[in-house]
Antibody, heavy 125, light 110 residues
Framework: QVQLVQSGAEVKKPGSSVKVSCKAS????????LSWVRQAPGQGLEWMGR????????HSAQKFQGRVTITADKSSTTAYMELSSLRSEDTAVYYC??????????????????WGQGTTVTVSS | QSALTQPPSASGSPGQSVTISCTGT?????????VSWYQQHPGKAPKLMIS???KRPSGVPDRFSGSKSGNTASLTVSGLQAEDEADYYC??????????FGGGTKLTVL
């Protein structure tokens, strides 16, 4: 049974950075991508970006380009999302989620079938 | 990469059917068959209900079905049950390796 376990809640000052981890267990790290999705209080889901661990390739939403860094450590099957220059609007629950890579090699065909439990990041002075 | 458009709310009585729409453009929904739907109960992580427009993952009741016409995708919940009350989100591949979500629809079972 594949599980994604995320790091604990964080409280950060405006202008600082936060790094959230997502450890995968029970499956092969090479057969899926990992996306990061956030949800501000009372708001909807927002896709931030993804990493394809087997290729060490990342993509990010235009909104977060230059501010988000997504990495993965294949040896520990852990992915990381670092968001810099934090502002109050970044207060949200941050989720990692798995998308299996399709047989034709595409990484956007399937949906996010396994999610982490979420990490609350609060940005406050 | 603008968010997909969903109605903020939908409702139905137990046993009835309800359909939630998700409208995009030819650059996302209309251009690819990579639409997914997620259910989210309060305080919980989202759960995948539909992928690739109309495919149900194992364990998802067949009361949930998905479809697409042009730039609009739809999720239909038949035989509404109390536990279906939740927020529902659509998502689509949007080209250039990007994904986009809808704003979400709160489904109320009356």
């Amino acid at each position: 049974q594949v599980q994604l376990v995320q790091s604990g809640a964080e409280v950060k000052k405006p202008g600082s950075s936060v790094k959230v981890s997502c450890k995968a267990s029970g499956g092969s790290f090479s057969t899926y991508t990992l996306s990061w999705v956030r949800q501000a209080p009372g708001q909807g889901l927002e896709w931030m970006g993804r990493i394809i661990p087997v290729l060490a390739l990342t993509h990010s939403a235009q909104k977060f380009q230059g501010r988000v860094t997504i990495t993965a450590d294949k040896s520990s099957t852990t992915a990381y999302m670092e968001l810099s220059s934090l502002r109050s609007e970044d207060t949200a629950v941050y989720y990692c989620a798995r998308v299996p890579i399709a047989v034709d090699g595409s990484w956007d065909s399937y949906g996010m079938d396994v999610w982490g439990q979420g990490t609350t990041v609060t940005v406050s002075s | 990469q603008s968010a997909l458009t969903q109605p903020p709310s939908a409702s139905g009585s137990p046993g009835q059917s309800v359909t939630i729409s998700c409208t995009g453009t030819s650059s996302d929904i209309g251009g690819y068959n990579y639409v997914s739907w997620y259910q989210q109960h309060p305080g919980k992580a989202p759960k995948l209900m539909i992928s690739e427009v109309s495919k149900r993952p194992s364990g998802v009741p067949d009361r949930f079905s998905g479809s697409k016409s042009g730039n609009t995708a739809s999720l239909t919940v038949s035989g509404l049950q109390a536990e279906d009350e939740a927020d529902y989100y659509c998502s689509s591949y949007a080209g250039n390796n990007a994904l986009v979500f809808g704003g979400g629809t709160k489904l109320t079972v009356l």
